[in-house]
T-cell receptor, first 112, second 110 residues
Framework: DAGITQSPRHKVTETGTPVTLRCHQT?????MYWYRQDPGHGLRLIHY???????DKGEVSDGYSVSRSKTEDFLLTLESATSSQTSVYFC???????????FGDGTRLSIL | GQNIDQPTEMTATEGAIVQINCTYQ??????LFWYQQHAGEAPTFLSY????GLEEKGRFSSFLSRSKGYSYLLLKELQMKDSASYLC???????????FGKGTRLHILP
């Protein structure tokens, strides 16, 4: 929706391996966000970015890092994946002033 | 920090009206969003409030009272396709974080 693409859409990997999720937007939004969604917890903010190379932590940032080297790309990295990071990950862009956030279709990540 | 509360689940009948409440506490308020999310899909934007009052969009309306830290989403003429989760989200004035409540799952009965 609104030019937000997440890759991969599905991934299964093993505990201890590094994982990188990519979010790409075509709308030139300044703000981008990474959320995880788990049953009983709703959407929880992991990290967000308010410009190229400008990022900040969210509610559940431990074990995650992000990078934004270009306006259109926002990467989420799990340096050493753990089973507790099994989740559905959503990227969003927008949300500045009265702009709504537009979400990607999500990445279903399973850590075995 | 921020805290956002919404009921976990609600049930309503097709054709009826339902009101989903959201209360929030935040150190600095800078807007409230409502999203709809069908199972297995991404959230989609419904409405935005930053000033007190009612915003109407077709069958959906959203109300905000900043002094009470309270909002509601009103859905009229309910249809079966309105069965979904409804998410309340608040943007913080200080750091522009957008934090979501846990969502309200709405069941529509025929």
């Amino acid at each position: 929706d609104a030019g937000i693409t997440q890759s991969p859409r599905h991934k299964v990997t093993e505990t201890g391996t590094p994982v990188t999720l990519r979010c790409h937007q075509t709308e030139n939004h300044r703000y981008m966000y990474w959320y995880r969604q788990d049953p009983g917890h709703g959407l929880r903010l992991i990290h967000y970015s308010y410009g190229v190379k400008d990022t900040d932590k969210g509610e559940v940032s431990d074990g995650y890092s992000v990078s934004r080297s270009k306006t259109e790309d926002f990467l989420l990295t799990l340096e050493s994946a753990t089973s507790s990071q099994t989740s559905v990950y959503f990227c969003a862009a927008g949300g500045f002033s009265n702009q709504p956030q537009h979400f990607g279709d999500g990445t279903r990540l399973s850590i075995l | 920090g921020q805290n956002i509360d919404q009921p976990t689940e609600m049930t309503a009948t097709e054709g009826a009206i339902v009101q989903i409440n959201c209360t929030y506490q935040t150190s600095g308020f800078n807007g409230l969003f409502w999203y709809q999310q069908h199972a297995g899909e991404a959230p989609t934007f419904l409405s935005y409030n930053v000033l007190d009052g009612l915003e109407e969009k077709g069958r959906f309306s959203s109300f905000l009272s900043r002094s009470k830290g309270y909002s509601y989403l009103l859905l009229k003429e309910l249809q079966m396709k309105d069965s979904a989760s409804y998410l309340c989200a608040v943007r913080d004035r200080g750091d522009d974080k957008i934090i979501f409540g846990k969502g309200t799952r709405l069941h529509i009965l025929p």
